[in-house]
């Protein structure tokens, strides 16, 4: 039998002739050609049962894999690209708008006419060049000397320069270098008719994009322009502003990301972030380790299938920086427009263009990410959907994708918007619609199963509140706020956090002790400090609050602030603490449909807070009536829609004095 059997040698020198013709036929980068030569050189001289073998033949099969020139053709209609975004997202206006303008700048990159200047002090060659580039619709200039370009550089900028090597005096090397030092992304054409290997390696390494040889054919000539400035296209249309995308969770990040790459035409490729810890996920691994893995951008680079997708970089913030590295700082040289031209990711080791990727990150709080990561983004803030947004999306939206999930399509349920809308009040309470989604789903499921059991799928059901009740239980939340009395040493207040706008209730206590400030409730420590702030306060001005100066000396004060397992932290509460304090001390209600929003200092001034849009939907939620905030957030005020204000009464205060009477209520 043995006889029918290929030798190791057959087998080898099978795989690395296959392998040859797929490297001529791949149209690799210079570079990348011949490290793929090179490795297929070491292939053909040791065994094939050798670990060597199978990592360099992975390695190559990979380096063929890449998409070095393959790209998708950006559709830049801005009059499509805003309808797929409105049938994608209901409401986010402002957000679409900044979208669009983003896609309008690439718009008006593109149709720019590009400019040529063409460098020969042999007329023939300019009369010969000249109209067929100005056919190609490009503004030619020309030069007939090296002097003479020089002077045009000093004027104009070009996309591309197309010179002669060999001129009297100044020569092409020197266009060359005057070009890319006055403008780097400059591409820069030579030709000559005296070539020799030393001269082409010096304009390669000079900067130069191209070496043609004279006589000059002109088809090729088109054909290298061309390549020329859709590279400086691919470049420039990418190096504006970097978009990252900060929210609660639900509010349609990622979906938003993926309807750009829809409007665009360009494939999408998504990496999560969360809790890399190792630079090597995002840089790759050397090849010198066993188990070596390109990093996540290569990698879905290469699922992708082309050099420009748009790749969303989720969960940004949530990035670790510990002992074990700083993955964000891995991202630095992916993320510049100066640099990630030439990106360099440990396993294939060599330079790929990353400059025609467009990149989206998301992060529930931009705060958290890295000072010099965060600078080279543009920060879009997703704040949370209104009741009345929450329920148009429901109706436009989930309900519509649940009936068709859930085999409902042939008699598919009604739901009313009271329905809808008890749903979001009784069983829900998020910024987003994640969790909306999934109770919709909950009440589809319910009914499938009511026809599975009775087998009457023509009867149409229409859902309503009392639906809702039977199918999802009684409700799962209240009106904190409406729903409680007034309280002494008790106040309400409005926080921030990664999941939207949420109120607190800040008690306060006081019993005999030796001056003691015991505070709990998981604060973090900027939420210690600003209860020490409001206590420090509180006794300098007690003279003035009709508060026994000496109060503090043989009593102690206990602030809590539940839930005491969920973690608390942020200046913005530090004025809802001093008010508990001061209702406490006087013995005077705080009034429960009042909260409170800003942060203290030790004199009394209250300073604007963020996250008002939260805030406010929070407010609405829990049934809050006023709510008191810093007067320097009048501005953000004036700027949200009106929908988000209606039924709420917001006054603007400057000073922890002028709340006193606005909260409590008199003895």
């Known amino acids: 039998m043995g006889i029918f059997r290929k030798s190791e040698e057959d087998i080898q020198a099978a795989t690395v002739e296959e392998l040859q013709e797929m490297i001529d036929s791949a149209n690799l980068p210079s570079r990348a050609r011949q490290v793929a030569d090179k490795e297929l050189a070491m292939l ?68 720019k006419k590009p400019r040529i200047l063409v460098v020969d002090d042999e007329k023939i060659a300019l009369e010969n060049l000249e109209p067929v580039l100005k056919k ?76 043609i040889t004279k006589p000059l054919k002109l088809d090729n000539v088109r054909a290298v322009v061309k390549e020329a400035l859709e590279k400086k296209y691919y470049r420039r249309a990418s190096g504006g502003s970097l978009l990252c995308f900060a929210g609660p969770p639900g509010t349609g990040k990622t979906s938003l990301g993926r309807a750009v790459a829809d409007a665009l035409g360009r494939k999408f490729a998504r990496i999560s972030l969360g809790g890399i810890k190792d630079e090597a996920e995002i840089m790759g691994h050397r090849r010198t380790y066993a188990g070596a893995m390109p990093g996540r951008i290569i ?94 999306i429901a109706l436009r939206y989930l309900v519509p994708k649940q009936i068709n999930e859930k085999g409902l399509s042939d008699s598919p349920p009604e739901f009313s918007a009271k329905a809808v809308t008890k749903i979001i009040q009784e069983h829900t309470r998020e910024a987003g619609i994640r969790n909306l989604e999934r109770q919709i789903a909950a009440v589809c499921r319910k009914i499938a199963s009511g026809y599975v059991h009775n087998e009457e799928t023509d009867k149409t059901i229409r859902v309503t509140p009392e639906l809702i009740e039977r199918y999802l239980g009684p409700r799962k939340y209240y009106f904190e706020v409406a729903d409680e009395k007034n309280r002494i040493g008790v ?45 420090s306060y509180i006794r ?26 969920i973690p608390k932290d942020g200046p913005s509460a ?46 609405r939620q829990a049934g809050v009536k006023v709510i008191v905030m810093p007067i320097k957030n009048k501005v953000d005020l004036e700027s949200l829609p009106r929908d988000v204000k209606t039924g709420l009464e917001v006054i603007h205060v400057d000073n922890v004095d002028e709340i006193i009477d606005l909260v409590l209520m008199k003895q």
């Open 44 to 111: 053909s001289k040791i065994s094939p049962s050798t670990a060597e073998y199978t990592i360099g033949l992975t390695y190559i099969d990979y380096l063929l894999g890449l998409p070095w020139n393959k790209k998708t053709k950006d559709n830049l209609d801005l009059q499509m690209a805003g309808k797929i975004l409105d049938e994608r997202h209901y409401g986010l206006q402002q957000i679409k708008e900044r979208i669009l303008e983003h896609l309008a700048v690439k718009i008006l990159v593109n149709h």
């Open 136 to 211: 190609e619709g490009y503004a030619v200039s020309t030069a007939d000397s090296g002097a003479g370009a020089l002077r045009k550089i000093d004027t104009n900028d070009f996309d591309v320069v197309i010179t002669d090597l060999k001129m009297k005096g100044i020569n092409g090397i020197d266009v060359l270098e005057k070009a890319r030092s006055k403008c780097p992304d400059t591409q820069v054409i030579m030709f000559t008719g005296y070539a020799t290997i030393d001269s082409a390696v010096e304009a390669i390494k000079k900067g130069a994009f191209n070496y």
């Open 299 to 392: 990698d879905e680079i290469y699922r992708s299938g082309v050099s420009n997708p748009l790749l969303m970089l989720d969960e940004l913030d949530k990035i670790p920086q510990d002992f074990k590295g700083d993955p964000s700082s891995a991202l630095l040289e992916a993320l510049d427009p100066e640099q990630n031209h030439e990106f360099i990711d440990h396993y294939i080791d060599m330079p790929f263009d990353l400059s025609g990727v467009m990149f989206i990150a998301t992060a529930n709080i931009a705060d958290n990410i890295q000072d010099a990561l965060r600078d080279r983004l543009e920060v879009i803030e997703f704040s949370g959907y209104t009741e009345d947004e929450k329920k148009e």
């Open 491 to 535: 106040t309400t207040g409005l926080v921030w956090t990664e999941t939207g706008g949420a109120i607190i209730f800040v008690e306060a206590a006081k019993m005999k002790g030796s001056g003691e400030l015991i505070l709990t409730g998981s604060l973090g420590d900027v939420m210690r400090e600003s209860a020490q702030a409001a206590l």
């Open 540 to 565: 300098s001005n007690a003279a003035s609050l009709n508060i026994a100066e000496d109060f503090f000396e043989t009593q102690d004060i206990h602030v809590h602030v539940p839930a005491g397992a």
């Open 574 to 619: 530090g004025t809802t603490i001093a008010i508990a304090l001061i209702s406490l001390l006087t013995g005077r209600p705080a009034k429960r449909e009042v909260a409170i929003s800003g942060e203290m200092t030790l004199s009394g001034r209250i300073l604007p807070v963020g996250g008002i849009k939260e805030k406010l939907l929070a407010a």
